[in-house]
């Protein structure tokens, strides 16, 4: 290595000049470390410096950091930026950093990782499997009906019940989709604060609802671990498990040397306790913004953050240095001082001492940015009709180089207005991008595909179920199936290749009613071993037998895999059912129809105009559908038999409970889904979408409501823990607050806000009255005397899909076929993969039985 080679000699590379507060933060090696970082302080590069710092400069090998944040899309960003940094460094001292080992991720995914990390164990024992469920999974789960009984029986309570506990009014008939979601929410909390159960119990009055809650607690948590073979844990209980992990280890402590973490203000109860307990070294750095705390609702302790140095002192009995990171790079001037006098107008004192805060109050926020132009413009009266002209403007005028750079936040996009704004801006001929403004389903791109489906499988029989909400999904799909249908129609080829499909199905359900019929004839059980010498000629002369069935039955390789299985002691035989499974299967999955379809020609025009008009949000929806296709097939199954499509099994399972399901949960503006920002779009997002990012150009709506009273999660929680916090009474306040705060400092050049009538509240000021106040004390100016030619923006906003050719496989793949590129790296499409899926598992699974055999063998050398 270069001896004159130094962090200054990459930063010049880069034209990267850090200010003081940054390079003290990337230089400060040992000890615990607080960065209380503002809007737009260029956090995210701080912490790439400082881990680049620890591996190239202080010789920390990778495997000894653990570098946490909140989001995968945050986490898959730092792991690239990580990465080219190292590359340049490199460059210098010849030596390749491998980030194989290096635990850098969300933490769900760093638990995950170090529940089966061997650094953990003092013995090497196989343990019994965990299965981590996320969240879609976990409410799949739940929703069995098996399942959900047995929780309502465990409760001494029924559905209703739970209804009215949650909503407060007793309803007049049953919601179960609602009683889990709710039963979910509240489960996930107590585990993310560890609650003992039996404690909890024992606070609280039997004939209280929340003791039956508790009861269907304590036996959800008991089916999650009552199969001999597997553990399954959702996201909240995989934290619980790794902590378990740690605290069952002596030396887990020592394991990393450097604990770093992102988004701070986001952690929870037990996300402390683990980042505490891994952190025996002592050197900790957590990066943060308070204000910025959006997550309450998941179980978030913004308190972790705001008293960090105090609980430093407590767990590891040291200092902590405080560095804050308060110049903004992001806004103009006038923007930084709008929001930062917004925040302020909250009373955030402990009983009125200003040293005593319910948030990091000496931030000191300030603007790189001396420009002193208009950058805060308010509009009043027809402020939807005014908003979208003037969005108007600045797209023709060229004023913005892609509509993309203009962004309308909301706190919802359900409420009235955000829907007459996506409205009007589109009866403008604008396009937008409003991927929460309703549910994914009624989109165009999805009701069209799913609605092709329809047209393929065919609808279950839906009269047995009836109500409101069923009865809405009943009308989308009908319709759906309607337009399917016309698309079908339009295009010859589609018809035929559709007209194939229906006649596989229909062959393959024959061929299985067929063999059936020899099952029966013969008083054979399907979970009988399969006789190759007694069954297998009778079977392939079933009547009216496909040929393909018949082969699949009489195939050489079916008759050495079932001897094969007879003369293996520790494998057992075939059962019948699965033979005739195997002759009456189709050879496509869900996935494989879904990009079958993609290429005739109704359906191949969205990525024709993503590839070359620039419109991306048709293929964006149509990625986001073979998410929704592979959960299904992880959930169920990855093949399409006849005993699965017999008597409606699979339509009712997919039509009627799986779409109907994520049909329903699209009413949720609580999504983190990682949206992608499609060029050609103005975006339309909730506040909580839009954090962490950035547009030129923002419009945010200060709903009408007021401060809300605290989520009943948080009462019970405070109750049954007896914890400190933030008043009661003051956390809808607070939230509210920072909601706003976070939309506010998204702009970059220019801030819009509608000037509203204030709400009268007995709970003191509204929203409105605080956003009023700012407008008039930076004497914000009016829209219709704003000139937008004065507006300098000069940079493209990336797609947040564009990624660099960073990998020898992104090349690889481009340069093999530049569309598989676009559809699988840049959108993120996930390929069909059964057989990939099959043989993966089966080489881990040899690999992982090698490595326990090899493990076992070396310790009776040792003995």
Not at 374 to 399: G, P
Not at 586 to 599: A, E, P, T, V
Not at 633 to 661: C, K, N, P, W
Not at 718 to 734: A, M, S, T, Y
């Amino acid at each position: 290595m270069n001896k004159n080679f130094s962090l200054e000699t990459l930063w010049a590379e880069v034209n990267f000049t850090p200010n003081k507060s940054q390079e003290k933060a990337i230089k400060y090696t040992e000890g615990a470390l607080y960065l209380t970082a503002g809007p737009g302080s260029g956090k995210t590069r701080v912490l790439l410096w400082r881990t680049l710092n620890l591996i190239v400069f202080h010789n920390i090998k990778p495997d000894e950091i653990m570098l946490t944040t909140f989001t995968e899309k945050a986490a898959h960003q730092l792991k690239e930026g990580l990465q080219s940094l190292l590359g340049l460094a490199s460059n210098h001292t010849g030596q390749q950093y491998d980030l194989a080992s290096m635990y850098i991720g969300t933490v769900h995914s760093s638990c995950n990782r170090l529940i089966g990390d061997r650094r953990f164990y003092s013995n090497r024992k196989r343990n019994k499997t965990v299965k981590t469920i996320d969240q879609l999974e976990q409410y799949f789960f739940i929703k069995r009906h098996s399942i959900w009984n047995r929780l309502l029986n465990a409760g001494n309570i029924d559905t209703i019940e739970v209804n009215a506990y949650f909503q407060k009014v007793k309803p007049k008939y049953p919601n179960k989709h609602k009683a889990i979601i709710d039963c979910i929410a509240l489960f996930n909390r107590f585990s993310e604060e560890r609650l003992n159960i039996k404690d909890a119990l024992d606070k609280t009055d039997e004939v209280d609802t929340l003791f039956s809650i508790l009861k269907m607690y304590e036996e959800y948590r008991t089916i999650l671990v009552e199969d001999e073979n597997l553990e399954r844990c959702d996201l909240s209980l995989i934290q619980n498990k790794a902590l378990e992990v740690i605290e069952q280890f002596e030396d887990a402590s020592k394991i990393f040397k450097y604990i770093i973490v992102d988004e701070y203000q986001d952690t929870n109860s037990i996300q402390e306790q683990l980042y505490f307990a891994l952190a025996g070294n002592k050197n900790i750095c957590v990066v943060g913004d308070d204000d910025q705390a959006l997550y309450r609702f998941r179980g978030s302790t913004v308190e972790n953050f705001v008293e960090f140095p105090a609980r430093v002192k407590k767990h590891l009995k040291i200092e902590t240095r405080k560095i804050p990171l308060s110049i903004n790079y992001r806004s103009k001037k006038k923007i930084v001082d709008f929001y930062s006098g917004f925040i302020e107008q909250e009373d955030w004192t402990k009983n009125g001492n200003v040293m005593s805060q319910y948030r990091v109050h000496d931030k000191g926020i300030v603007a790189n940015s001396t420009d002193e132009s208009v950058s805060v413009i308010s509009v009043e009266d027809d402020w939807i009709d005014q908003t979208a002209l003037f969005c108007k403007e600045l797209i023709e005028n060229k004023v913005v180089s892609d509509a993309n750079q203009i962004a309308f936040l909301f706190p919802s996009l359900t409420n009235t207005d955000a829907q007459r704004t996506i409205q009007t801006l589109r009866e403008e001929g604008l396009n937008v991008y409003a991927p929460r403004a309703g549910r994914f389903l009624e989109g165009q791109e999805a009701t069209e595909l799913f609605g092709v489906f329809a047209n393929v499988f065919g609808l279950p029989d839906s009269s047995d179920f009836s109500g409101f909400e069923f009865n809405k999904y009943k009308a989308w799909i009908r319709e759906a199936e309607n337009i399917g249908s016309d698309i079908i129609d339009s295009d010859s080829d589609l018809k035929n290749f559709i007209n194939n499909k229906r006649l596989q199905l229909q062959t393959i359900l024959k061929d299985y009613e067929s063999l059936l019929r020899v099952v029966e004839k013969n008083k054979w059980e399907l979970e009988d071993d399969f006789n190759l010498e007694k069954m297998r000629r009778k079977l392939a002369e079933a009547n009216n037998l496909s040929d393909s069935a018949r082969n699949a039955i009489l195939s050489p390789y079916l008759a050495r895999i079932v001897n094969d299985r007879l003369n293996d002691d520790e494998l057992k035989p075939f059962k019948l059912s699965q033979i005739i499974n195997r002759a009456t299967s189709l050879d496509w999955s869900l996935l494989d129809l879904f990009y079958q379809i993609s290429g005739f020609s109704h359906f191949k025009n969205y990525f024709d105009l993503a590839q070359k008009e620039g419109n991306e949000a048709p293929i964006c929806n149509l990625s986001k559908i073979t998410e929704y296709l592979t959960k299904f097939m992880e959930l169920y199954s990855s093949i399409l038999s006849a005993s699965f499509l017999h008597d409606e099994g699979f339509v009712r399972l997919f039509f009627s409970s799986y779409l109907y399901t994520i049909f329903r949960m699209g009413e949720s503006e609580y999504e983190n889904d990682d949206d992608p920002f499609p060029k050609g779009n103005i975006q339309v997002l909730t506040i909580h979408q839009s954090k962490g990012l950035e547009f030129p150009v923002v419009f945010m709506y200060p709903k009408r409501r007021e401060f809300k009273d605290a989520d009943i999660k948080e009462v019970i929680i405070r109750n049954l823990k007896e914890v400190d916090g933030e008043p009661l009474e003051k956390i809808g306040r607070f939230d509210l607050m920072r909601i706003f705060y976070v939309g506010l400092s998204r702009a970059e050049k220019l801030l819009i806000l509608p000037k509203l009538m204030p709400i009268k509240s007995q709970k003191g000021r509204c929203i409105i009255s605080y956003i009023n106040n700012t407008l008039s004390e930076t004497n914000a100016q009016d829209m219709q005397s704003f000139d937008s030619s004065t507006l300098n923006i000069n940079n493209i906003k990336e797609s947040a899909l564009t990624k660099p050719y960073s990998y020898t496989a992104d090349y690889l793949a481009y340069d093999r076929c530049p569309r598989q590129y676009m559809i699988f790296r840049k959108y993120g499409f996930i390929p069909s993969r059964s057989q990939t899926m099959f043989f993966g598992s089966l080489v881990h699974n040899t690999i992982e039985d090698l490595h326990q055999f090899l493990i076992s063998k070396r310790e009776k050398q040792e003995a």
